[in-house]
């Protein structure tokens, strides 16, 4: 069974840190991109970050360039997201995702591109 379980989620201030990881099981990394998106009360779902474990590439939506830092550990089977610099503006459900398909670098940001999602994880920023 596929499963992508994320943890790392917490209140935190204006300025801090936190890490999320992304617990993958039922598949390896290898072949998989995996994308972090998130979700505000009444908002949209946001892709702001992804790496593609075939290609060793990493992707940054601008919101989040700069402050938060996608990697793996293919041992572990995880990802996590590093992000510094927390902004209010950064409160929301935290998931991430995984796809097999091609095309990463034109579809990373697309929900509707991922096969497997996590079930979240929720970050709040206090000012």
């Known amino acids: 069974e596929v499963q992508l379980v994320e943890s790392g989620g917490g209140l935190v201030q204006a300025g801090g ?3 999320l990881s992304c617990a993958a099981s039922g598949f390896t990394l290898d072949d998989y991109a ?3 998106f998130r979700q505000a009360p009444g908002k949209e779902r ?3 970050s992804c790496i593609n474990h ?3 590439s990493t992707f940054y939506a601008d919101s989040v360039k700069g402050r938060f830092t996608i990697s793996s550990d293919n041992a572990k089977n995880t990802v996590y997201l590093q992000m510094n610099s927390l902004k209010p503006e950064d409160t929301a459900v935290y998931y991430c995702a995984a ?6 670098a034109w ?7 991922y096969d497997y999602w996590g079930q979240g994880t929720q970050i709040t920023v206090s000012s």
């Open 34 to 36: 995996i994308g972090w």
């Open 54 to 56: 075939k290609y060793g």
């Open 46 to 48: 946001e892709g702001f």
């Open 107 to 113: 579809y990373w940001k697309r929900p509707g591109w």
């Open 99 to 104: 796809s097999r398909k091609d095309g990463t």
């Open 17 to 19: 840190s936190l890490r």
